[in-house]
């Protein structure tokens, strides 16, 4: 190339040096000292002034880089700025617009002739009830309670707890404004409810892990109303209280404070459970409607002496007068049916629920227990006396209480009692249908020969010792170990349960099948099966009783559950005693019966013992139910020997012949001379004896059917209702 030629095309090589003098410095040097003299004199294609501005912008760029923490502060600090601003500016223009909104609502209204107006806040988003029950008796409240909250306008919603997961569900309760009852039932040795159990468990663990917090439930609003019996005393409403302490515990608020409800009519405030109830529920719909008004504030927890400290404000615009009826009337409503926890009231008077007490302290602790409860229940007298004239009244003169409470006569008689007096009754039983009709008796006539078109079912005392688990009855009768109720005499209760037995009787004139020479036999007792419900022996006049019954020729079959081994052994000669064994081991005894008693299995085996004693017929009478109490067949052998009934000994076979009937005007005969004799003259079970007929025994073509009468199947059923 010629040396001082130029170049074709400078502009494109002036864009290609600057290129390669930009990647590296020291290129531009050399670029200069070879290229210049091919470029020539043009003077947009001076390099040094190019390389001077690039020298500047590579400054620039390099302190931004090194200053650039500073730089990015900065912007953070500009972008905060402007976002404080943005949310001020918005929040400004919203209350501008909320008050012009508002402004405008009032001003339409009042043109319109309305007051003016001011948005309510929601207080109450709804009701949820859940109830844990065995018996039912739960269940049915939180169904009467949830059409109640119904009539107020109010969602509410009624779950089992055995349906709910409170692990996924409670929680979710503290912040939906809902407000949440809990109707609970204490069950065998203070235990939930088979339903209940697993949200109890859950419960009290929560309330005691501290990976939950103390703070997990709070926000929710609840209220606890506990279904017991006060003849469980060690056990008394423990599931209701242990909720109620549980959720307290896990910080959730009270609205009111807890109510429990009593089964023993004795003891019962309102006289029954229902009527418990009913005054609870009264108390917490008056509750309730002032939360929707926001009128309370939930309950803080420090109730005590059965009165709610925490009572709600009135609004600013309620009056002074207003105000002060409102409390009164909210005070009274809770002197009427709370009763607070005795442990937690004493703890939080002592010292706090958390405080620590010396040894040396626990007799002023004691001694402070003792007198906040005489003054309690002292102030529930002065209550009921306010409440009610007639039970203080009856109370001071020493009157005790009615057994059938007035809630407690309905079930009965709807379940087709007859109810005698305060504690009696009888009922038709179905067999005595059947024999009417030529179709059969019980087992009873089958084994002794008693006509059951003419047995009348009855018992003197609907009150019982135990709980048990198959009661057929349903457990609508009290319980009770021992007698503390007003008391009938028993020659008023015979003559009511004959005259309303023959009522019964007569409503079979007519009747399609029905026999009439049946029909008239039927009109005149002659047995009486005091096995209708309850424990007849605890009747005090028991003995009484049934001289009463063989004076009229009838004869007596007494059952009793074998916990009251006195009475037993006092016991005037019946015509048959049973004793219902159903159970062989003071575990399952336990588990089945649910005693009353905590020396009941002594008290049973007392009783076995007693029969032994008897001279008159004695039975065993097993209830064996499959999977609790039929594996074990030792133990049974075990108390038969001890109790030696006549019934599982063979006793009654006599020259070859079996004599498992009653000759019963032998028996009545029998008792008179012991009457007579002033109880010298004794008789055995032999001297009463009448030989079984043939159609009675096992392996006869009639199987225990009396061929007199007609074997019966209903229709559409393969199954035999008749006979034994």
């Known amino acids: 190339m010629p040396a001082k030629a130029g170049c074709k095309r400078p502009a494109a090589c002036l864009v290609l040096l600057r290129q390669l003098c930009v990647a590296h410095e020291p290129c531009a040097v050399a670029l200069r000292k070879y290229f210049l003299p091919f470029l020539g004199t043009e003077p947009a294609l001076d390099l040094d002034v190019s390389m001077d501005m ?6 620039c760029l390099a302190s931004l880089w090194l200053h ?25 223009k919203g209350e501008k ?70 692990d996924d569900c409670l929680a979710e309760e503290t912040t939906s404004r809902n407000i949440c009852v809990f109707l609970v039932a204490t069950y065998t040795d203070g235990q939930p409810t088979e339903s209940a159990a697993w949200f109890c468990k859950w419960l009290e663990e929560t309330a005691n892990d501290f990976r939950f917090g103390k703070t997990y439930l709070k926000g929710l609003r609840y209220a606890v109303f506990g279904l017991g019996n006060s003849v469980y005393v060690d056990h008394y409403n423990t599931v209701g209280r242990n909720i109620d302490r549980w959720l307290w515990m896990l910080s959730a608020s009270r609205i009111m404070t807890r109510a429990e409800g009593d ?25 309730l409607q002032a939360l929707c008004r926001g009128e309370r504030k939930p309950c803080s927890g420090k109730c005590k002496k059965g009165k709610c400290k925490s009572q709600g404000k009135q609004s600013k615009e309620s009056s002074d007068h207003e105000h002060g009826a409102s409390e009164y009337e909210n005070a009274e409503a809770e002197e009427l049916v709370e009763t607070s926890s005795e442990e937690e009231a004493d703890a939080e008077e002592v010292g706090g629920t958390n405080s620590v007490i010396d040894v040396e302290d626990l007799g002023n602790v004691m001694s402070h227990m003792k007198k906040a409860k005489r003054e309690r229940e002292l102030e529930e007298g002065v209550v009921g006396t306010s409440l009610s004239g007639e039970t203080a009244g009856r109370k001071e003169a020493g ?104 009522n019964m009787i007569k409503q079979f004139k007519g009747v399609s099948g029905v026999k009439a020479d049946r029909f008239e036999e039927a009109m005149t007792a002659k047995h009486c099966a005091l096995s209708l419900v309850g424990e007849p022996i605890m009747y005090p006049e028991i003995n009484r009783f049934l001289k009463l019954l063989h004076q009229h020729n009838i004869s007596s079959f007494l059952v009793t559950n074998a916990q009251f081994p006195d009475e037993i052994r006092n016991l005037e000669p019946v015509t048959q005693l049973y004793v219902s064994v159903d159970a062989s081991t003071k575990e399952s005894l336990k588990r089945i019966d649910r005693p009353l008693f905590k020396d009941f299995w002594q008290r049973f085996l007392d009783s076995l013992k007693a029969l032994s004693e008897k001279q ?34 063979v006793k009654f076979k006599v020259d ?45 073509s009639q199987r225990g059917f009396d061929p007199l009468d007609v074997r019966y199947q209903r229709k559409n059923k393969a199954k035999d209702i008749s006979g034994c």
């Open 656 to 700: 070859g012949e079996w004599c498992t009937w009653i000759n019963y005007e032998r028996f009545q005969e029998l008792v008179r001379e012991h009457e007579r004799s002033g109880g010298s003259k004794t008789f055995t079970a032999a001297d009463y004896t009448a030989r079984t007929p043939r159609w009675a025994l096992f392996g006869s």
């Open 68 to 92: 650039r923490f500073y730089i990015y502060s900065v912007i953070a600090l500009g972008i905060s700025l402007w976002i404080v601003v943005q949310l001020f500016t918005t929040k400004k």
């Open 97 to 166: 617009s909320n008050g012009n909104l508002f402004s405008e609502v009032v001003e339409e209204k009042q043109a319109n002739g309305y007051a003016a107006l001011q948005a309510k806040e929601v207080y109450v988003a709804g009701i949820k009830i859940f109830y844990g029950s065995q018996t039912g008796t739960a269940k049915r409240f939180a169904k009467g309670l949830a059409e109640a909250v119904i009539s107020l306008n109010l969602p509410v919603e009624v779950i089992s707890l055995g349906d709910y997961d409170p």
């Open 616 to 649: 008159q017929r004695t039975v065993y009478r097993l209830t064996l139910v499959k999977a609790w109490n039929v594996d074990e067949l030792k133990a049974y052998a075990d108390l038969v020997s001890l109790g030696k009934p006549d019934f599982i000994e």
């Open 54 to 59: 690039w020298n500047f912008s590579y400054t």
């Open 399 to 502: 009157e005790k209480r009615e057994m059938i409470t007035a809630a407690l006569r309905d079930a009965l008689t709807k379940q087709g009692y007859k109810l005698i007096g305060s504690h009696s009754g009888v009922k038709l039983c179905r067999w005595t249908k059947s024999m009417l009709r030529g179709r059969g008796g019980c087992y009873k006539h089958t084994f002794y020969g008693i006509e059951s078109h003419r047995c009348m079912e009855a018992t003197p005392s609907l009150a019982c010792a135990n709980k048990c688990v198959f009661c057929w009855r349903h457990h609508t009768n009290p319980v009770g170990t021992e007698w503390r109720w007003k008391m009938d005499q028993p020659e008023m209760i015979l003559q009511e349960a004959i005259e309303n037995h023959q």
């Open 263 to 287: 089964c023993n009519v004795a003891q019962s405030k309102h006289g029954s459970i229902e009527a418990d109830f009913e005054a609870w529920k009264t108390k917490f719909l008056n509750c």
